[in-house]
């Protein structure tokens, strides 16, 4: 299958910093790309959904202001966690898809705010 | 899209066939069935997805009932690598709006047991 990269796989930081998490899907273009959050014993709750060249739609509840989504290529989209504090830490995980494909995941990213 | 129901939990004697169902009857004509997996800490793997045929590949077979409403995701020889949280998900596979989005309910937990 196809492959999505996600980086890094672990970060720690410390409460009030950013942190940027990079999601790349390496052999083909894809037209959207969604960003997942899941904590421990849960399912990937979607955050937001992004496209090529325009704004993130976020579902309700997720702060736009604070996840910074930005989706400048077809191969690249980045969720920067913005003022980051102790309840944002969980396992972020990017897809990829075009409109005839089903999705590919990332490896998932763990962030954790100290 | 549609919402599926799946049991929380299921063990597997390795080497022997799992057979996860999956309910899903409020399935529109238009929508597919996907199966999923998570290894834990990992990013979901597609597994399969299909429409009302049966359908077969390297890692497992489904089968949909004729009224579509349920289904069967089958691991012929399950293995101690097969143990994860297995997610039935309906949605629009065709070329997609901009407001189809893969929704993940809680999954089934499988366990392959020695």
């Known amino acids: 299958g196809a492959v999505v990269s996600q980086h890094p796989s672990r970060v720690i930081c410390k409460s009030g910093t950013s942190v940027k998490i990079e999601c790349r899907s390496l052999d083909f273009q894809a037209t959207t790309m969604f960003w997942y959050r899941q904590f421990p014993k849960q399912s990937l709750m979607l955050m937001a959904t992004s496209n090529e060249g325009s704004k993130a739609t976020y579902e309700q509840g997720v702060e736009k202001d604070k996840f910074l989504i930005n989706h400048a290529s077809l191969t690249l989209s980045t969720l920067t966690v913005t003022s980051a504090h102790p309840e944002d830490s969980s396992f972020y995980i990017c897809?990829?898809?075009?409109?005839?494909?089903?999705?590919?995941f990332g490896q998932g990213t763990r962030l954790t705010v100290v | 899209d549609a919402k599926t129901t799946q049991p929380p939990s299921m063990d597997c004697a390795e080497g022997r066939a799992a057979n996860l169902p999956c309910n899903h009857s409020t399935i529109s004509g238009n929508e597919y069935v996907y199966w999923y997996r998570q290894i834990h800490s990992q990013g979901p793997q597609y597994i399969i997805h299909g429409l009302k045929n049966n359908e077969t590949n390297e890692m497992a077979s489904l089968i949909i009932t004729e009224d579509r409403k349920s289904s069967t995701l089958i691991l012929p020889h399950a293995t101690l690598r097969d143990t994860a949280v297995y997610y039935c998900?309906?949605?629009?596979?065709?070329?997609?709006?901009?407001?189809?989005?893969?929704?993940f309910g809680e999954g089934t937990q499988l366990t392959v047991n020695p």
């Open positions: 998900i309906v949605r629009v596979a065709e070329i997609r709006t901009s407001g189809s989005r893969l929704t």
């Open positions: 897809s990829a898809e075009t409109v005839l494909t089903e999705a590919f």
